[in-house]
């Protein structure tokens, strides 16, 4: 009989085990092991997984424990902050919303530097699951008779320099898990007729 504590490789795996190889894969990306694009890679197919044995091989070349390149590994906590990815690229980019919408969500590298424009439009920017090409990136919104919402994580130190003409910036109030080595989110721009707003949820919000 099978010992129910070692997972069988057509076993059904969680969001919970999907993000457990995920953190493996960043923290493997942060120490140099893969690049970006090997990170991509990995991260698309292992939330793409079904079983274990789908899970198996994204791990079984990094030598750090792994949920599933060993059954018997103990599981590793799923994390709870930004992933900082130094020398990531691009270091920069620009997202254009006049009369329509700029959305980004879910596992994605942040530049350097992000301007967005937003003209009659919107856009929504959920951070809580991205990748950070530096300590500290700057996001710069121009909005005009438009708004953005941007979504940080708990941990995440959110700094709020921008500029509102009839219109205006607001931030979280709830720094009471950020810490020294939080990842920073310079927010900057002008809003004109319009609104940015940054909001602090959790993961699972």
């Not at 994390?79 to 254009?96: A, K, L, Y």
């Not at 994580?153 to 700094?159: D, H």
């Not at 080595?181 to 993961?203: E, N, Q, Y």
């Amino acid at each position: 009989m099978e010992n129910p504590e070692h997972p069988a490789p057509q076993m059904r795996v969680s969001d919970a085990d999907r993000e457990q190889v995920a953190e493996i894969l960043r923290r493997a990306a942060g120490d140099g092991r893969i690049d970006t694009d090997e990170l991509d890679e990995r991260l698309g197919a292992a939330y793409a997984a079904k079983t274990v044995a789908d899970l198996v091989p994204l791990t079984a070349d990094l030598p750090i424990a792994q949920p599933y390149a060993q059954p018997y590994a103990p599981p590793v906590p799923a994390r709870h902050g930004n992933v900082v990815v130094p020398g990531g690229s691009p270091t920069s980019e620009r997202g254009i919303a006049v009369l329509s919408g700029f959305e980004r969500r879910g596992d994605w590298l942040v530049p350097q530097q992000l301007t967005v424009v937003a003209v009659m439009g919107g856009a929504h920017l959920d951070t809580r699951r991205a990748r950070f090409s530096a300590p500290e990136v700057v996001i710069t919104v121009h909005a005009v008779m438009g708004g953005a919402e941007i979504v940080v994580g708990p941990t995440t130190r959110v700094l709020m320099e921008g500029t509102g003409i009839m219109g205006g910036f607001s931030g979280p109030h709830d720094d009471s898990q950020v810490t020294p080595d939080s990842p920073t989110l310079r927010i900057r721009g002008v809003a004109f007729w319009g609104g940015v707003s940054v909001t602090r949820r959790d993961l699972d919000a």
